[in-house]
């Protein structure tokens, strides 16, 4: 009988790696390039032999192949030594058990560590480059490329099916949209079967998936209410998903009915948000083996209207949808921008042990943890801004975690060190937060960590004691639990000081139960708006506090409370000044609850600006709250309240302000932290080059330059501004930006870009 062996041999092959190899042994790669040129051209592969079910495959250094085949074949792996881009005139489709982006000749089949024997990227040696469109020439509009992660049998299913990026340049960009989400414009009723959005939608088309958040509530029940016994939402959700069968200007016609109603009225207006792009990475079996993605340090490239969907291993620590994996500062100015991360077992986006990100305009959508997630607590000066977060289921806390006072119990966005920006996100109907800053010392955490300074000298720092270097304009609404929660149990644990006080800015909560939890000494909210709430401020713990411009409206039982912990108490002094009440009908408790004692004598609080518009207590409009701990003496609080007449409060030492008593000025802020920049994109056309970037500051951005030239700032919000600059390409190809803010302060740790690296 006659065997052709040149058919056998490649088969036995194959049979033996799939069954022998372990994740630690180098691969034997059974399909190579020969040279560049199509994936789809036989003579791109060493011996004509192109990559078939189960390879192992490698696209060797200095080789630039296009992948131009939609094949739902599955590779077992692929090793990018060299450049692998996708076609941007032919629709994609990759089948693959495992992805490194990684520099040398031999890999391992490991889905999570980078190869010991990898070379280091050294100037000007060409990086591994695996690019799915580029910012400047993105995937565009009607060209479609999806990656599509398989799981192996025998493979390690802890690390595998995955991404990896081990110093190369990963670039996964698909067509632009000009909004991710929007809010809607008028409200939507039961049986619609069209929406309005604020906006017009030219780039959203038919059959693109979108959501329609919910304006419900939370519904509280008694006794463990809280507690998360299994994974996943239990209660009833009021987000809707659809898909979209007619877009004209602003008005999206939907596959079929809403079942809910969402409100678009003032500041309470649902989102609608489109989870379609034309770029997908994704598990090829949801209810199987997830995969996940991650950069290393000293890698390259970025996202952008990407969809990453069915991702995330479930209870596995490091195995995220979207992992900046103790990157620093090696990505500088990389990120995530519009891109949407649904329906994840572990996280959306999660930023660990990395400094300098810009996340921006993405949508997060049913997450089992928390979300938008920086892991460690020495992050420092990344952007988190115009992000919607929306349903992040409580889970148990992940084995081997580093922060194990978090219990991963599904915050919309969860974070632990101060010193990062925080702008105009939105967070809805998560487990238990819409945003939650959490940071405590534990028997075995100790939060005196080495962070980079603003000179960008490391030294040690009790990160408890780094204010949030912007914290303005986000939005909360229909959470489970919090809205907005800072800071911990432990009084004074997390603090500034009178000059360095944590600030937050124009706030807005609704459809709530407790709207903002303030657990930190020395803070300034400044902005605050709650309707249609339970609690407001909840058991905040005063100590050197200061709000500014707080409305209340429809609040049914506590919109302020007493003070911190269980027993309510004031630990310092505290002011409110410009305190609003519109439409609060409470049965028991008083508009403004106070405390009799506190825990040291001599405590005082100052009100001023106190306005009633239809809202009445059954108490009092200020008084005692709380039962038997009201019949105590001891360390009498005296409140004042100025340019307010005093409703009839049961107590001596709440009185109308004399003269003797003026408004006293807790905190006086200071601003000495220089702007932090970010280089976005450098793009280089004919003889000219334009950069653009992001600064951000806890103040106002000013001036901008690169290599010594002003740029123009296009736009500049809650101190995060945008800008450009069209200059001649430098010699040495390197590109210097700094800036400077409205105090004068100018940025130390500038940042400097080899435009070859990018």
């Given at each position: 009988?006659?065997?052709?062996?040149?058919?056998?041999?490649?088969?036995?092959?194959?049979?033996?790696?799939?069954?022998?190899?372990?994740?630690?042994?180098?691969?034997?790669?059974?399909?190579?390039?020969?040279?560049?040129?199509?994936?789809?051209?036989?003579?791109?592969?060493?011996?004509?032999?192109?990559?078939?079910?189960?390879?192992?495959?490698?696209?060797?250094?200095?080789?630039?192949?296009?992948?131009?085949?939609?094949?739902?074949?599955?590779?077992?792996?692929?090793?990018?030594?060299?450049?692998?881009?996708?076609?941007?005139?032919?629709?994609?489709?990759?089948?693959?058990?495992?992805?490194?982006?990684?520099?040398?000749?031999?890999?391992?089949?490991?889905?999570?560590?980078?190869?010991?024997?990898?070379?280091?990227?050294?100037?000007?040696?060409?990086?591994?480059?695996?690019?799915?469109?580029?910012?400047?020439?993105?995937?565009?509009?009607?060209?479609?490329?999806?990656?599509?992660?398989?799981?192996?049998?025998?493979?390690?299913?802890?690390?595998?099916?995955?991404?990896?990026?081990?110093?190369?340049?990963?670039?996964?960009?698909?067509?632009?949209?000009?909004?991710?989400?929007?809010?809607?414009?008028?409200?939507?009723?039961?049986?619609?079967?069209?929406?309005?959005?604020?906006?017009?939608?030219?780039?959203?088309?038919?059959?693109?998936?979108?959501?329609?958040?919910?304006?419900?509530?939370?519904?509280?029940?008694?006794?463990?209410?809280?507690?998360?016994?299994?994974?996943?939402?239990?209660?009833?959700?009021?987000?809707?998903?659809?898909?979209?069968?007619?877009?004209?200007?602003?008005?999206?016609?939907?596959?079929?009915?809403?079942?809910?109603?969402?409100?678009?009225?003032?500041?309470?207006?649902?989102?609608?948000?489109?989870?379609?792009?034309?770029?997908?990475?994704?598990?090829?079996?949801?209810?199987?083996?997830?995969?996940?993605?991650?950069?290393?340090?000293?890698?390259?490239?970025?996202?952008?209207?990407?969809?990453?969907?069915?991702?995330?291993?479930?209870?596995?620590?490091?195995?995220?949808?979207?992992?900046?994996?103790?990157?620093?500062?090696?990505?500088?100015?990389?990120?995530?921008?519009?891109?949407?991360?649904?329906?994840?077992?572990?996280?959306?986006?999660?930023?660990?042990?990395?400094?300098?990100?810009?996340?921006?305009?993405?949508?997060?959508?049913?997450?089992?943890?928390?979300?938008?997630?920086?892991?460690?607590?020495?992050?420092?000066?990344?952007?988190?801004?115009?992000?919607?977060?929306?349903?992040?289921?409580?889970?148990?806390?992940?084995?081997?975690?580093?922060?194990?006072?978090?219990?991963?119990?599904?915050?919309?966005?969860?974070?632990?060190?101060?010193?990062?920006?925080?702008?105009?996100?939105?967070?809805?109907?998560?487990?238990?937060?819409?945003?939650?800053?959490?940071?405590?010392?534990?028997?075995?955490?100790?939060?005196?960590?080495?962070?980079?300074?603003?000179?960008?000298?490391?030294?040690?720092?009790?990160?408890?004691?780094?204010?949030?270097?912007?914290?303005?304009?986000?939005?909360s609404h229909s959470n489970g639990l919090f809205e907005f929660r800072f800071g911990d149990e432990e009084h004074g644990s997390v603090h500034g000081d009178r000059e360095y006080p944590f600030i937050v800015r124009n706030l807005r909560a609704w459809a709530a139960h407790y709207a903002i939890r303030p657990n930190m000494q020395f803070f300034l909210l400044e902005g605050l708006r709650v309707q249609d709430a339970a609690f407001g401020i909840y058991h905040p713990d005063y100590d050197a506090h200061v709000y500014r411009d707080i409305a209340f409206h429809n609040i049914t039982s506590e919109p302020i409370n007493g003070g911190h912990d269980e027993l309510s108490l004031p630990y310092g002094d505290?002011?409110?000044?410009?305190?609003?009440?519109?439409?609060?009908?409470?049965?028991?408790?008083?508009?403004?609850?106070?405390?009799?004692?506190?825990?040291?004598?001599?405590l005082v609080a100052h009100f001023r600006g106190l306005k009633l518009t239809n809202s009445t207590s059954g108490s009092s409009v200020v008084d005692f709250g709380g039962g038997p701990r009201t019949k105590k003496t001891e360390h009498p609080v005296s409140y004042y309240f100025h340019d307010s007449p005093v409703p009839r409060v049961a107590s001596a030492q709440v009185k109308d302000?004399?003269?003797?008593?003026?408004?006293?000025?807790?905190?006086?802020?200071?601003?000495?932290?220089?702007?932090?920049?970010?280089?976005?994109?450098?793009?280089?056309?004919?003889?000219?080059?334009?950069?653009?970037?992001?600064?951000?500051?806890?103040?106002?951005?000013?001036?901008?330059?690169?290599?010594?030239?002003?740029?123009?700032?296009?736009?500049?919000?809650?101190?995060?501004?945008?800008?450009?600059?069209?200059?001649?390409?430098?010699?040495?190809?390197?590109?210097?930006?700094?800036?400077?803010?409205?105090?004068?302060?100018?940025?130390?740790?500038?940042?400097?870009?080899?435009?070859?690296?990018?």
């Amino acid at each position: 009988m006659y065997i052709r062996m040149n058919l056998i041999l490649p088969l036995l092959c194959t049979l033996l790696l799939t069954t022998a190899i372990s994740a630690a042994d180098p691969v034997v790669f059974n399909a190579r390039t020969a040279h560049g040129g199509k994936w789809s051209d036989a003579q791109t592969w060493e011996g004509g032999r192109k990559p078939q079910a189960g390879d192992f495959v490698q696209v060797r250094a200095g080789h630039v192949v296009t992948y131009d085949v939609n094949s739902d074949v599955a590779l077992r792996m692929l090793h990018v030594a060299g450049k692998l881009t996708f076609s941007r005139e032919v629709s994609t489709l990759l089948d693959v058990g495992l992805i490194k982006v990684e520099p040398g000749e031999t890999t391992t089949e490991d889905g999570f560590d980078c190869h010991d024997a990898a070379p280091a990227p050294q100037a000007g040696v060409a990086i591994p480059v695996l690019e799915i469109g580029t910012l400047a020439s993105p995937i565009p509009a009607g060209v479609k490329a999806t990656i599509r992660l398989r799981q192996f049998k025998g493979t390690n299913a802890e690390t595998l099916p995955a991404i990896i990026a081990c110093g190369g340049r990963w670039d996964v960009h698909g067509a632009p949209m000009k909004r991710t989400w929007l809010k809607l414009a008028a409200p939507a009723k039961v049986g619609d079967v069209s929406v309005r959005v604020d906006e017009q939608v030219s780039d959203w088309h038919v059959g693109d998936r979108i959501i329609i958040t919910t304006s419900e509530a939370p519904a509280i029940e008694s006794g463990t209410t809280f507690q998360i016994k299994s994974r996943g939402r239990q209660k009833p959700i009021g987000t809707e998903e659809r898909v979209i069968t007619a877009v004209e200007a602003s008005v999206l016609t939907l596959d079929r009915p809403l079942e809910k109603a969402h409100r678009s009225e003032g500041m309470m207006r649902c989102e609608v948000a489109n989870l379609s792009r034309n770029v997908v990475i994704e598990s090829a079996e949801p209810a199987g083996t997830r995969g996940h993605t991650m950069y290393h340090r000293d890698s390259s490239g970025g996202i952008s209207y990407a969809e990453f969907r069915h991702l995330g291993k479930e209870g596995v620590l490091g195995k995220y949808s979207i992992h900046f994996h103790l990157v620093r500062d090696t990505m500088r100015g990389s990120g995530v921008l519009g891109a949407s991360i649904w329906d994840s077992h572990n996280r959306w986006v999660t930023v660990h042990g990395t400094d300098h990100l810009l996340i921006r305009d993405c949508v997060g959508y049913q997450s089992r943890g928390h979300g938008f997630f920086l892991e460690d607590a020495t992050e420092q000066w990344n952007v988190l801004d115009r992000n919607l977060a929306v349903q992040s289921f409580g889970n148990v806390a992940l084995p081997k975690q580093v922060l194990s006072f978090d219990p991963n119990d599904g915050a919309g966005f969860w974070w632990a060190n101060g010193r990062n920006t925080f702008t105009r996100n939105v967070a809805c109907e998560n487990d238990h937060y819409g945003f939650h800053f959490q940071i405590a010392k534990t028997p075995d955490f100790n939060p005196v960590l080495r962070v980079r300074s603003p000179d960008g000298k490391v030294a040690e720092r009790d990160v408890r004691t780094l204010p949030f270097m912007r914290f303005e304009d986000n939005e909360s609404h229909s959470n489970g639990l919090f809205e907005f929660r800072f800071g911990d149990e432990e009084h004074g644990s997390v603090h500034g000081d009178r000059e360095y006080p944590f600030i937050v800015r124009n706030l807005r909560a609704w459809a709530a139960h407790y709207a903002i939890r303030p657990n930190m000494q020395f803070f300034l909210l400044e902005g605050l708006r709650v309707q249609d709430a339970a609690f407001g401020i909840y058991h905040p713990d005063y100590d050197a506090h200061v709000y500014r411009d707080i409305a209340f409206h429809n609040i049914t039982s506590e919109p302020i409370n007493g003070g911190h912990d269980e027993l309510s108490l004031p630990y310092g002094d505290f002011t409110y000044d410009g305190l609003i009440f519109a439409d609060c009908t409470l049965k028991n408790d008083p508009l403004v609850q106070l405390t009799a004692i506190g825990p040291k004598p001599g405590l005082v609080a100052h009100f001023r600006g106190l306005k009633l518009t239809n809202s009445t207590s059954g108490s009092s409009v200020v008084d005692f709250g709380g039962g038997p701990r009201t019949k105590k003496t001891e360390h009498p609080v005296s409140y004042y309240f100025h340019d307010s007449p005093v409703p009839r409060v049961a107590s001596a030492q709440v009185k109308d302000a004399d003269k003797s008593s003026a408004f006293p000025q807790l905190l006086a802020p200071m601003d000495d932290l220089p702007p932090a920049t970010l280089i976005t994109s450098i793009h280089v056309e004919g003889t000219k080059c334009t950069v653009r970037g992001v600064s951000h500051d806890n103040g106002e951005i000013v001036t901008v330059s690169v290599n010594g030239l002003p740029a123009t700032i296009t736009t500049q919000q809650a101190g995060v501004a945008d800008w450009s600059i069209t200059l001649d390409p430098p010699a040495d190809s390197r590109y210097l930006a700094k800036a400077t803010d409205l105090a004068g302060n100018v940025e130390l740790m500038t940042r400097e870009v080899a435009h070859q690296s990018r």
